[in-house]
């Protein structure tokens, strides 16, 4: 009979190495080998005898190998594989009956009846009382999701084990009664613990996020700060984007006037070139025209720097503006500054008026801007019309 459970090791071994996939990451050869272990164990400690103990056993190796073939009954594929290879090893009927009553009885839902039934029960959820038990339901979880069974999040998971601890499942064999309830009863502690630790940590990120929202709806200024933020941002680029083309249109003219000295002014004093006189003075007056446009819309306009205590009392000056400030000593700055975040209405009344004068500049900076646009322009076509009229009348 030793004979027969060693082929039965090495058939489960090499068949699950061949055809168990490897979304099977809990029902394997490991987990097969441990409901072995546990066989025995029970059986060691038991009053079972020898034809008995020898049906646990190739029950215990066979119990999963349906699941090379399916996962939803698999204890019937199991009882189909077991018994053709028992047959195949000239076991007897009755052996082949014990082995596959046995494997029946490890269905979840079946209540075992005699003691081998109970052992094998015992031994196939022997895991809820081991240390490896977190390890060993983690695997299982992962695999029930694998196969697209159920996706349980970890708190769900926890929930599940601890109906299935306090309402599903028990030990019925004596030995496991003694030796492995305790064992089951701790794990079932620790994760009605960690429950907990979640509910609380739950409770704690909910109870926060609350607070948020309670400050987004009791504090409104968020939405005022946040657009005079975002409208000043957009004030400055505006700004950048008017000095960047009066600077383009600066070194454009500034490129035209000195190819104009260096290659057109000296050939007019030639007889011949007198006609490309007139056209030659239009096209540099108008680019000196535009170039003295750029400047104007990019030059800093020049302030004072000082403000008196009168004027921040009676709110006329802007200390968020360093032209009104640069020329001040830093006690007399500071007082200001003092005086303006005791306010908030003062506060944002400074804000608008910086925007305001934000607003001022940028209507200089892009008319003066246009206005230089329309002079290069009105200058390049008079230019080229002067060229041309000027070719025809030589």
């Known amino acids: 009979m030793n004979n027969l459970i060693e082929k039965a090791d090495k058939f489960v071994h090499n068949l699950f ?14 987990h097969t080998e441990r409901v072995v272990k546990s066989t025995k164990e029970i059986v060691d400690s038991s009053e079972i005898n020898v034809k008995e103990e020898d049906a646990l056993i190739l029950a215990a190796w066979l119990h999963d190998t349906g699941y090379t073939r399916t996962y939803h009954g698999h204890e019937e594929e199991s009882v189909k594989i077991a018994t053709d290879f028992l047959k195949e090893n000239n076991a007897t009927k009755e052996l082949v009956e014990k082995v596959t009553t046995l494997i029946r009885a490890t269905k979840f839902d079946n209540h075992p009846e005699t003691e081998a ?5 015992d031994a ?8 490896y038990f977190e390890e060993a339901s983690e695997f299982l979880r992962q695999e029930l999701q694998l196969h697209n069974i159920k996706n349980f999040s970890g708190a769900e998971w926890i929930q599940e084990n601890i109906r299935l601890f306090t309402e599903k499942h028990q030990y019925y064999t004596a030995y496991a009664l003694e030796n492995w309830k305790p064992g089951k009863e701790e794990n079932l502690l620790e994760l009605i613990e ?26 409104p200024e968020r939405s005022i700060q946040t657009m005079f933020r975002v409208t000043l941002r957009n004030h400055i680029k505006l700004s950048d984007i008017a000095d960047t083309k009066a600077n383009i249109l600066l070194s454009v003219n500034a490129i035209i006037i000195s190819l104009a000295l260096a290659n057109l002014i000296p050939k007019l004093d030639a007889a011949s070139n007198k006609h490309l006189l007139i056209p030659s003075m239009v096209l540099i007056l108008f680019s000196v025209a535009s170039i003295i446009l750029s400047i104007m819309s990019t030059r800093p306009n020049v302030t004072s720097g000082e403000f ?13 503006f360093f032209g009104n400030f640069h020329k001040m000593p830093f006690e007399q700055f500071r007082w200001g500054m003092k005086e303006m975040i005791k306010d908030k209405d003062f506060v944002y009344e400074s804000l608008m008026l910086d925007l305001h004068l934000l607003g001022k500049v940028l209507h200089r900076k892009y008319f003066l801007l246009r206005l230089t646009y329309t002079v290069f322009m009105v200058g390049i076509i008079v230019s080229v019309i002067s060229f ?3 070719f025809y009348l030589m």
Do not use: M, W
């Open 17 to 30: 190495k061949e055809k168990l996939p490897n979304t099977y990451i809990y029902h394997n050869y490991k």
């Open 308 to 320: 008196t205590k009168k004027q921040v009392e009676d709110r006329e000056v802007n200390l968020l």
């Open 194 to 219: 960690d429950q907990k630790k979640r509910q609380k940590k739950l409770q704690k990120e909910e109870h926060k996020a609350r607070l948020k929202a309670q400050y987004k709806n009791d504090n």
């Open 124 to 131: 196939d959820s022997s895991h809820f009382a081991k240390d």
């Open 388 to 390: 041309v009229i000027g």
């Open 117 to 121: 039934e109970k052992v094998i029960r």
